[in-house]
Structure formats: C-alpha cells, structure tokens
C-alpha cells in the first residue's frame, strides 16, 4: 500500500496575516479592489519585514505527527538532496499537466465570536477542452457570501498555481534553499529545508517558508509557508495568508497535493473612504479525483520512460 499523509488537517494560527478574497474561481474581474466594509476588530498584527526587507511571518502551526527535529548532517550532501529532489518535482510537474482532478475551494471570513459571518464556495473540474489544452469547468458556485474582503486576482492564481507549490530543476535558481535537519512526519523521514527568494522581481509572485521532502521518493511532501509580496500600498491592499498543503501518492508515483488549510488575521491600514481594520480569515482548498487523461504522452518516473495510454479526449482511466 502506498504511504500516504492525512489528506485532511485543521490547524489554527496564532498570529498571521491573511489573503484578500474574491467573487469566482475562473472569471477574474480585471479590476477586483480591495473593499473594506466592516465593524469587525480583532489584534492588530501589521506586516512586518526582517533585515533584508523581505516579509517575515508567522508560519501555521505544526500538529503532533510532526517528531522531533535532527540536526546532525544528512547522509548525502544537502546539495545532492537539492538536486535529486528538484529533478524529481520538474518530473511532477510534467505528471500533473497530464491528470484531471476536482479543486474544492472555501474562503471564510470569521467574527469575535469565531463564526462564520461570510463565504465564497466553489467546486471546479481541472480538465482538458477537446483539444487536449487544460480548462477549467465550475462544477458548484453558490452565491458568494464575503461581505468584509473581496478576492482578488493575485488570489485565484495563488490557489490555481501558488498552493500546490512546485520547486522545480528550472526554478530553484530564483530560491535560497537551506538544509534544516530530518524529521519523521507520520512515520515517513523527511528532509527539512527552508526556502526562500533570493530577488523578489517586481510583479513576481514567490514561496517563503519550509517544506518537507521524503527521503526515499525524493518529492516535496508538505508545505508550510507564504506567498510573498505582499501589496501594502493603501488603497491596493493585496495580503496572503500563511498556509500549509499536504500531498499524497497517486498511481504510487507522484505525490500529489490533496488538501491545504490557510488562517490568519488580514490588518488593512484603511484609507479614503474607508477605515482601517483587522479580519480574520480562514481557507481551505481540496483536491480530489487524480485521473490520468488519455491522450499521448511519455512521463518520467525513476529515469524510465512511462508513456500515457491513447484515448479520446475527455476519457481517463482511475489511479491504479
């Protein structure tokens, strides 16, 4: 049986800074602003930023399948790890441009009295149009709820491309990655690393944070980090939360991300018209229904060779 990481985990942050939401997974509004509307009040926590101007953060917090850290070196070279690992996601990502899945996604924004007080739900199919492109299809949308932030376009394409995060061979040269120690999550033995931007580009979006790496199949297995930059401008207020996205084996190949929980306290300094203000936001996103889509393709897995099975578009065949 394939090891496989809980798909679902509820965590709580104690202090954090949260995303701007929004109105609709696929159609992005070309001029979605920040709208702050509200009476709600909660612990100040601004943005704040650590000596290389970069944003630093509170991280979401860890369960108990995390064991205790071991600092003494690894086996192998840290950068042999880098390596391997980075060669193994490039891999992943070629794998999961060819797999259909379901993205569940929820947006919440939470009172002083820890209830819901505003929603955004959507449930869409990850698929491919009859010309084998990637598409996606909203399966469920009920009417958005969010009353005190709106979503914004820096948000969907974090949820579409950021959470599910991807250290590729062809992208770790834009990150500092920092070997941390061992550590054994849910009986699995990970490498720990911490990564971060060496140079924030302007209108580039990055991870900083750590991730977790198995040992054996040399792929990212958890995250824990932030999307950064932050926008502070007033008026153009654009804030990411904290989060944390677990993977599991699909095909008892690739691990895939199946579920991150986001929360944290968003701080909008107010502006014309508006005032300033603290929400507590939590999100959540799942991803479920891994199928391989049939059209001809060669992935890589373990330096063989692995061609996809040739069918029409729209068939699929279920995870092994």
């Known amino acids: 049986m394939p090891r496989l990481f809980p798909s679902r985990r509820l965590f709580r942050s104690a202090r954090c800074r949260a995303s701007l939401a929004s109105s609709g997974i696929l159609a992005l509004a070309a001029s979605l602003l920040l709208s702050v509307l509200a009476l709600h009040t909660a612990a100040a926590t601004g943005t704040k930023k650590d000596k290389s101007g970069d944003e630093s953060y509170t991280p979401m917090p860890l369960d108990s399948g995390f064991g205790p850290m071991d600092l003494t070196p690894p086996p192998i070279p840290p950068e042999q790890i880098i390596r391997q690992f980075t060669e193994k996601e490039s891999e992943f990502r070629q794998a999961l441009n060819h797999y259909t899945y379901r993205r569940t996604v929820t947006v919440q924004t939470i009172d002083e009295d820890n209830k819901v007080d505003g929603q955004y739900y959507e449930v869409d199919d990850v698929t491919f149009d009859p010309d084998g492109k990637r598409a996606e299809r909203v399966v469920y949308a009920p009417q958005n709820s969010l009353v005190r932030i709106m979503m914004s376009p820096a948000d969907f394409q974090d949820i579409q491309q950021r959470l599910p995060f991807v250290l590729t061979a062809e992208d770790v040269g834009q990150y500092n990655v920092d070997y941390v120690g061992r550590e054994n999550v849910d009986d699995v033995l990970c490498y720990v690393f911490d990564v971060g931007p060496k140079v924030m580009v302007k209108g580039k979006r990055y991870l900083k944070g750590r991730i977790w790496v198995d040992s054996e199949d040399m792929q990212i297995v958890i995250t824990n980090a932030k999307n950064v930059p932050d926008d502070t401008r007033k008026g153009h207020e654009d804030l990411s939360p904290p989060f944390t996205t677990y993977r599991q084996q699909v095909d008892g190949k690739y691990w895939f991300p199946t579920y991150t929980k986001a929360e944290g306290i968003l701080h909008f300094s107010g502006g ?40 029409p578009p729209g068939q699929s065949r279920p995870p092994r």
Do not use: M
């Open 272 to 311: 014309n018209g508006y005032l300033s203000q603290d929400v507590h936001i939590r999100q959540t996103v799942k991803y479920t229904d891994y199928k391989q889509f049939g059209s001809d393709f060669k992935i890589i897995y373990q330096g063989q060779t692995q061609p996809g099975e040739s069918k």
